[in-house]
């Protein structure tokens, strides 16, 4: 397939996404980026970790500003993105590897609670 196919081809899949099934996309988009930011870090290839935590801290932007403010929920969550975008920027700062073990685990189970919800839903 070339390389245009491919790209129309994303571009319709992302196009007929469900809300919860973009959700949980971001979510594991995130999560990816974290373990290449800790592989980077790891092997000391500093350009491509820092480009894998600014991917991450553009997800965590772009959930937290599209919260419906109108569900207590959203409250918790623009409070734990916040919280996010504090220990990513501290993990850029510091090249902390801590941070990432930290943060990790909280954004998988963020993303299995909101794909539990999906199937509970009956949208999965």
């Known amino acids: ?71 207590p929920i959203s409250a918790e969550l623009y409070r734990l993105y916040d919280y996010f975008l504090f220990r990513l920027g501290q993990l850029k700062a510091g090249r902390n590897k801590e941070v990432i073990d930290d943060i990790k685990p909280k954004i998988i189970e963020l993303r299995d609670a909101f794909k539990e919800a999906s199937k509970s839903n009956g949208k999965a």
Do not use: P
């Open 1 to 71: 397939m070339n390389n245009n196919g491919y790209q129309q081809y994303r571009q319709q899949m992302v196009n007929t996404m469900t809300k919860d099934e973009m959700l949980i996309l971001l979510y594991d988009e995130s999560i990816k980026r974290l373990v290449r930011a800790q592989f980077n870090l790891e092997h000391q290839n500093y350009d491509e970790f820092n480009d894998s935590v600014e991917r991450v801290e553009k997800i965590i932007r772009y959930l937290s500003s599209i919260l419906d403010h109108k569900y």
